[in-house]
């Protein structure tokens, strides 16, 4: 197996705060991973360094045997499949749904040259057929539900065929059966032995597709635990990196965490009272 992300003592600082703090990780050829942390845990900024967005500011960061900063970057970029909110609002109001796939093959989200070429368009036709979105081709991206919009944004990142494939929340904004048939997808992408490395961001343990192989759990910008998945997705370490005492359970391949009895309710008044006076006290 080679090495698809080898990052070393990476981190990320922005004026005093320190997105990052001396990351060490490695992917490797065939691996799915999982990340996991609060808001603000940095794990948007470290899909961005793995996909070449982003520069650290101490360390090295290694994708698909090129080094950050002595790679073109516009080169590596096509290798790797993004998905991502910010991403998403890059995307024109009237762009159509084939060529908001299409125009990936280009490095870019507006079409503005009618001349691509048959076979593109032939493969940007089967991974949105792949992906459920066939009868929704000639819509307008803007016009799609949220589900659906999802779905055009994974179409979109395998477009290239990339070698590493990175979705940042692709779960969000979706309704129980939006979610449920995200992770049935992604746990039969997973299973698909030609599919790329795979990194998945979520905040829900709900979301994690049978089939994944890692996790990571990052909290201020640290990494809690990495590992393989059911080494790492431990009630202690769940409530370590979440700071508050929860329940797992891990049944057929599907996580789910609750908090435990009264750590809700407390570590809920703890919020509520640092962003309203007068929150209830829990008992
Ligand atoms: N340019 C910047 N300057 C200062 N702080 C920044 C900058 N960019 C991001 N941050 C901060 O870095 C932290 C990590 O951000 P990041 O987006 O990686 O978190 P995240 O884990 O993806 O959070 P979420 O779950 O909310 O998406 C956040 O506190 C964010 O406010
Ligand atoms: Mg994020």
């Known amino acids: 197996m080679s090495n698809v992300l080898q ?43 793995a996909a070449a967005r982003l520069h650290p500011t101490r360390g090295t960061v290694d ?22 909110a910010a991403l998403a609002t890059q995307i024109p109001e009237h762009e159509k749904v084939l060529n908001v796939v299409v125009t990936a093959a280009y490095g870019v989200t507006g079409r503005w040259n009618e001349a691509y070429e048959k076979d593109d368009e032939r493969r940007a036709f089967r991974l ?17 539900s949220e589900g659906e919009r999802k779905r055009v944004q994974i179409a979109r990142a395998l477009m290239t065929d990339p070698e590493l494939l990175l979705l940042d929340e692709p779960g969000a904004g979706l309704d129980l059966a939006g979610r449920e048939e995200l992770v049935h997808r992604l746990a039969e992408l997973a299973a698909d032995d030609a599919a790329p490395a795979l990194v998945l961001v979520t905040h829900h343990l709900e979301e994690v597709p049978p089939g994944f192989t890692h996790a990571m759990l ?23 990196t979440f700071g508050m005492e ?31 006076s007068g929150a209830p006290a829990s008992s």
């Open 246 to 276: 929860l329940d797992v359970v891990s049944r057929g391949g599907r996580y789910t965490a609750t908090a435990k009895d009264g750590a809700g309710s407390a570590n809920a008044g703890a919020k509520a009272g640092a962003a309203q």
């Open 128 to 144: 949105l057929n792949e992906w459920g979105m066939g009868p929704l081709l000639g819509r307008v991206f803007a016009s799609l």
């Open 63 to 84: 994708i698909l045997d090129e080094t950050l900063g002595k790679v073109d970057v516009f080169e590596l970029r096509p290798r790797i499949g993004l998905s991502s």
């Open 218 to 240: 990052l909290r201020e910008g640290g990494i809690v635990a990495a590992g393989p998945i059911e080494a790492t997705l431990t009630q202690e370490n769940l409530s370590r």
């Open 7 to 49: 990052l070393s003592s990476v981190s990320v600082v922005r004026g005093r705060k320190t997105l990052l703090d001396s990351i060490d990780w490695q992917v490797r050829d065939g691996e799915r991973w999982v990340i996991l942390g609060p808001n603000g845990a940095g794990k948007t900024t470290l899909l961005h360094l």
